[in-house]
């Protein structure tokens, strides 16, 4: 079994809890029209990894993990190679590792009993889920990564049912999620959820432009500026990430 990867990361301070190495892999089903990543999108150009040399090479970066750090699977969407990262994840495990899946758990499908089986699986061996609530309108969240919201929001019902770990992670962009109606269902809907440790709000930026331009891909937000100070601030109030805006 391999895994089709597009790079490693060791020294990761924003994919979890302490220092990370951290795991890019390649696919994905969706296309954020903000997403920083587009060349993670195809599987094309992968570099493929067994579990052993994946382990050899998280390994050498150890003494992170003794200080509250740890292993993070990210991507593209890294569930859509859950049966290498089950077996990744169950390596780790053997050396007390933490272990983290940063996810828009798109491909969670309530009626679907092998997914259900995969995912519990996973979980066994997963100690959080970095989960990305995109947008909590269905059209608008179609209209933003070209799928409906429904398979991901009932990830999140599922995690928390299953007394699983999640932070949750919310971009906050200009005219699309930045947003008072949205926000407070936003919030509305992490309030039904019980294991939720932690909101992140991620101000919307451009850095990934670059790739666009090198993929030959027309940026979608092009002209969209980052939010505010200001209003980043309002949206961490009105998650109640913040007590209030002064």
């Not at 390649?26 to 997403?35: D, E, H, I, T, V």
């Not at 407070?184 to 294991?195: A, H």
């Not at 932690?198 to 002209?223: C, F, N, R, S, W």
Request: glycine letters at 8%.
């Amino acid at each position: 079994m391999v895994g089709r990867l597009h790079s490693v990361y060791a020294g990761g301070t924003v994919d979890g809890p302490g220092i990370r190495f951290v795991v890019f892999f390649k696919g994905c089903p969706l296309r954020c029209q903000y997403c920083h990543n587009p060349d993670t999108w195809s599987i094309e150009g992968a570099k493929d990894y067994t579990v052993d040399e994946l382990i050899k090479e998280a390994l050498k970066y150890k003494g992170y993990f003794a200080t509250g750090g740890g292993v993070t699977a990210t991507g593209g969407e890294p569930l859509m190679q859950i049966d290498f990262l089950i077996e990744f994840f169950k390596e780790l495990k053997k050396y007390k590792i933490h272990t983290a899946v940063d996810t828009s758990g798109i491909i969670f499908d309530k009626n679907n009993e092998a997914v259900i089986n995969k995912l519990r699986e996973l979980m066994s061996v997963t100690d959080l889920f970095l989960l990305d609530i995109k947008h909590i309108d269905n059209e608008e969240h179609l209209k933003l990564t070209g799928k409906g919201n429904s398979n991901i929001l009932e990830f999140a019902k599922f995690l928390s049912d299953n007394d699983k770990k999640m932070w949750i992670r919310h971009v906050i962009v200009p005219g699309i999620t930045l947003n008072d109606e949205y926000l407070t269902k936003t919030k509305e809907f992490i309030n039904s959820l019980r294991t939720v440790d932690k909101i992140e709000v991620l101000p919307y930026h451009t850095m990934g432009t670059v790739k666009y331009q090198q993929l030959g891909i027309a940026y979608p937000l092009d002209g969209v500026v980052a939010p505010t100070k200001d209003e980043v601030r309002h949206a961490k109030y009105m998650l109640g990430v913040i007590k209030d805006v002064a």
